[in-house]
Structures are given as structure tokens and as C-alpha cells.
């Protein structure tokens, strides 16, 4: 099973990046991984793709487990056209309870149990044979003697008679079983019957051999004795003329297990079949796959939280996090790889984790890490960079020999740009949630060489923060519109109590005002909101 390395919701460069850097690292290593985004990606971050040809990687929607997740049960199908005596044996000797039957194209027309095969023999029609003269010559160990068909669909008996007993009563529609009676065989074959089965491995003068072939009658030949090919003859016929091809539970590889979980338990089915989206038969699942599924395995990378992860991450298996930013809420049943430093960005630790394995580091590779670190450092401006930081994008630079002032200006410019987005996507672009002294809060970044097109429409943005407040049930909802080249925020924003935003940043309470120096949500803003709720709450 592949492991889906991904960063937080709403990603930025240096989630996107340090996924699939991580990736790459880890699939040298050996792994098998998957890098991976949770929402749309940014102007920037499509930028830096763009620049070193790389894929978006794939959008993961949730982690909840489904049903393509678990190991299935005997995935082997067999063609409708099979015989039932063929579908025993591969039963008995894989130790079955069901087989699914398939079409050509492998989809799936229904399934047989072991019920089915011997309600067939108690119940089924004895005297009607439906099938091919290869499963014929498999299920009785034939040999052809004239082939002029290769399916049956006819009456079937065994003549015991004096040949002129039977005169005048059989036709096109009979297939008969006999010995080595030729005055039978020449009366079978002039009335042109559909097939003649010789027992004992009798063979027969050429006579009657030139005498099937102009009138279009298969002959074989098989070595057992009559009463035996008689009791056997009916479970050469197609096994789906027992299968059960209606109100047959099924279900699609890509169901939730949370879906499908009462009807499994609700019902006393054996076994169920899975398909494809085409319909295509892949396997057989039953209650205990239900009672121990198989979890996704997952990596996370640049967020530790539930809520700024993927949707069912607590049904998942998580097997590592590499991040930068504060502790979160999540915990794990097992020991796991826990990697987080006081660095300015998730891809300067993903950096040294290439240097630690001494793995050497491609040039589309270096130029996503290097393009992760300036972004969330914002080239060096946030007071989350570090000596690590700058000595990472010194050595990745050495790989790319880019300029980087204008490498880094052409990015932000991309990034910034706000032209055609609605005020919708401008506050959830990046943003993110938190609790913070008991208080519910969603904070918005947007970085922007245009301060101006956000204050134009300030009183829309307004409107919208105040809504998303609300909705979203919010003490504290706030807009950070960060300003690269004067290294500052202006804010807007909604509270419970305007004192919270007073005493964080030492400033009048104003809708728009410029902090200067706040650039950082995760170092600045965070823990001034909850060094003020302390305040404000412990007065």
C-alpha cells in the first residue's frame, strides 16, 4: 500500500514543496509514497512548479478507509461461459465458497456458491444441455471425432432402444449419448441430431464419420462408460445456468467502509463481491475485513493539528511528521518518527534530512526546497528565519546557480496577485485554524505587493469576515494582510472583545491599522492572541 505524504489544508509553497521533496527523498530511500495537496494550490506555488517541471501532485480528498484499501479475498473470476463441473474443481481445490462469474471484458454477470452447484444437481434439468464441446471435452475427457459446432444448446438422452424404436423421433434439437451401437449412430446422424457422444472410447468406421460430416453432426469420443457420462454430462453445462445474477450485494472499490458497514453486518451473505467503476469483478470481501480494516498510511509534513489536516486522519495510520510550527492535538496509538524544528521553513528540515542520508539532491528537487524556504521565510524578512534557513538556500544554490533577488521578486509578484480573485478566496487562500485559550479563532494571511486592491474593497472584506465569524461560531476572526516590502501587517478583523487585538499588538483598536513588523502568523500573531487572552482572562 502506498504511504500519501501531504502538508496542511489550503496549501502554500513550502507544504507543497517539502510533500514532494519528502517524497522523492523517500521513495530513494525504498518507500513507496505518494506526495499529495488537500486543496487548491496558490499563484506562487503554481509558479514554482511551473519553473521546475513539476506535476500538481494529487488531490487527496479524505483518508477514511474504503473498500480498495483491504486485502480481498480469492480475486479470481471465471467465464460465464465455464462449466459448472470446471467451477467445482477450482473450489475444491482453492477451498472456496464462491466463485464470481465474468463477461469477456472481466465484468461481472454473477456469482455461484457451492449451495448453488449442489442445489443445481438436485433440482436442475437433467434432460436440457447448454454448453461448448470444449468444456465437453474437459469435464469428460473427450476427443473429437468430427467437429462441425462448438456449442450445444439441446434435448439430451441416452438410447438404450432398438434403432428402429427410436426412427422418426429424433431431431436437430437432440444430443445423444451411446455406445458402440452403429445401427443407433447411422439412425442419429440421418436425422442430423446436434451431437453424439460414443462411450467406452469407441471409435467408428470412417463410414459414419464421412456420413456426420455431410449431414453437420459433431461426434466425440469419451473413455468412460455410459452411466457414468450420463451422471456427469449435466455438470458440463454453463455455469450460468446456476449462477445468481439478481439481488446480488456489491459494492465499489471506492465506497467508505462507513458506508457500507450496516449492510454487511445487517446481512448473512458469505461474501461480497467488489467492482470497479466499470463494473469489472476485482475480489470478495466479508465481515472480517469489516471488523479489522486496513488503515491508510500517511506522512504528514508542515502542520501537526486535526483541524488543518485531512478529513478522517484519525481513521489513518500515521507513520511520521516532519513540521516547524507549535505542537498540535495530534496523538498516535504508536511510536512514530516526530521531527520538528525551530526552523523558518518545513523544506529547511527535509534539506538536512537529504544531507543526513547523504543522498544527492536533483536540480527540480533543490529548486522546490529552495523555493519553500524563501517563501516561508519571505526571503529572510519573517522572524522565523535562522542561520539553518540561510545556509540551506546557500547550499541549494549552489545546485541551481539562480539570481536569486529576482528569482524570489518574480515569485512574490506572481504569488501576490490578487487580480480576478473574489474576497472569498483572498481570506481562505491561507488560512487557519486554532484554539487558543479556549478561544475558537481563524486567521487569514494574505501577502501582497498591492495593499491598495485590498482596501478598495475593505468594507466587503469586512462584511465577509464578519459572516465567516459568525458561521463559523469564531471568538476571533482576522485578516492579516502582510505587506513584503514594508515589512509589516495591516489587520481587519472580528472579536468577542476588541481588548484581545488592543493588548496583543499595543495598539488603538482600528479596522485597517499597520503593524509594523508583524509578518509572522505562527511566531508574531499566535502567541501575542494568546499572551492577550491570558491577560484579559486571568485581570
Known amino acids: ?85 470446471s467451477i467445482y474443481k477450482l473450489m475444491e481445490e482453492e477451498d472456496l465458497q464462491t466463485v464470481a462469474i465474468v463477461d469477456e471484458d472481466g465484468k461481472l454477470k454473477g456469482i455461484v456458491s457451492m449451495k448453488d452447484i449442489a442445489m443445481g444437481l438436485i433440482k436442475g434439468d437433467f434432460y436440457h444441455l447448454n454448453t461448448s464441446l470444449d468444456n465437453l471435452l474437459q469435464d469428460l475427457n473427450g476427443q473429437v471425432l468430427v467437429k462441425n459446432r462448438s456449442d450445444f444448446d439441446g434435448r439430451v438422452s441416452v438410447i438404450a432402444y432398438y434403432y428402429k424404436t427410436i426412427s422418426n423421433t429424433l431431431g436437430p434439437k437432440d444430443i445423444i449419448i451411446v455406445g458402440d451401437r452403429y445401427d443407433v449412430i447411422q439412425e442419429a446422424i440421418q436425422a442430423k441430431v446436434q451431437l453424439i457422444i460414443i462411450t467406452g472410447a469407441n471409435n467408428i468406421p470412417e463410414k459414419y464419420i464421412q456420413l456426420a460430416n455431410d449431414n453437420r453432426v459433431t461426434i466425440i469420443s469419451v473413455p468412460w462408460d455410459t452411466y457414468y457420462t450420463s451422471k456427469m454430462i449435466n455438470q458440463s453445462n454453463l455455469v450460468s445456468s446456476i449462477m445468481r445474477s439478481k439481488n446480488i450485494i456489491w459494492f465499489y472499490e471506492d465506497d467508505y467502509l462507513e458506508e457500507i458497514n450496516e449492510e454487511i453486518i445487517s446481512t448473512n451473505h458469505r461474501n461480497y463481491p467488489v467492482i470497479d467503476k466499470d463494473g469489472r469483478f476485482l475480489g470478495f470481501i466479508n465481515k472480517k475485513h469489516i471488523l479489522s480494516p486496513q488503515r491508510k498510511k500517511v506522512i504528514l509534513v508542515d502542520h501537526n493539528e486535526y483541524a488543518q489536516s485531512v478529513d478522517g486522519l484519525k481513521e489513518a495510520e500515521i507513520l511520521e511528521i516532519v513540521d516547524h510550527h507549535k505542537l498540535g492535538d495530534i496523538s498516535t496509538s504508536m511510536p512514530i518518527n516526530f521531527r520538528n524544528n525551530i526552523v523558518g521553513s518545513t523544506c529547511t528540515i527535509i534539506y ?188
Open 352 to 539: 538536512q534530512m537529504f544531507r543526513e542520508y547523504n543522498i544527492d539532491i536533483e536540480y527540480n528537487i533543490a529548486g522546490l526546497l529552495i523555493s519553500g524556504i524563501l517563501s516561508d521565510t519571505l526571503y529572510f524578512k519573517s522572524p522565523t528565519t535562522t542561520d539553518m534557513d540561510r545556509n540551506a538556500v546557500n547550499y541549494l544554490n549552489q545546485i541551481l546557480n539562480l539570481d536569486i533577488e529576482n528569482y524570489v521578486m518574480e515569485m512574490f509578484k506572481t504569488g501576490t496577485s490578487l487580480e480576478g480573485e473574489s474576497i472569498e478566496d483572498i481570506f481562505y487562500n491561507d488560512f487557519k485554524e486554532f484554539y487558543l485559550e479556549s478561544h475558537k479563532t481563524g486567521i487569514s494571511q494574505v501577502f501582497t505587493l498591492d495593499i491598495d486592491d485590498v482596501f478598495r474593497r475593505k468594507e466587503l472584506i469586512l462584511d465577509f469576515i464578519e459572516t465567516t465569524h459568525k458561521n463559523n461560531n469564531y471568538d476571533i476572526t482576522l485578516l492579516l494582510i502582510t505587506d513584503i516590502l514594508k515589512e509589516g501587517s495591516y489587520i481587519l478583523y472580528k472579536s468577542v472583545n476588541d481588548n484581545i487585538i488592543s493588548t496583543a499588538f499595543d495598539t488603538e483598536v482600528e479596522q485597517g491599522v499597520f503593524l509594523e513588523g508583524i509578518i509572522s502568523r505562527k511566531k508574531q500573531v499566535v502567541p501575542k492572541l494568546q499572551e492577550a487572552i491570558h491577560y484579559i482572562n486571568n485581570m
Open 1 to 85: 500500500m502506498s504511504i500519501f505524504i501531504f502538508g496542511h489544508k489550503n496549501p502554500d509553497t513550502d507544504s507543497v514543496a517539502s510533500a514532494i521533496a519528502f517524497s522523492h527523498l523517500k521513495n530513494t530511500l525504498g518507500y513507496e509514497t505518494i506526495p499529495c495537496i488537500l486543496g487548491d494550490i496558490n499563484k506562487e506555488t503554481e509558479y514554482v512548479l511551473n519553473c521546475f517541471n513539476q506535476p500538481i501532485p494529487k488531490f487527496l480528498e479524505n483518508v477514511k478507509p474504503q473498500v480498495k484499501d483491504l486485502t480481498y479475498n480469492f480475486d479470481k473470476s471465471m467465464p460465464e461461459n465455464s462449466s459448472i463441473l
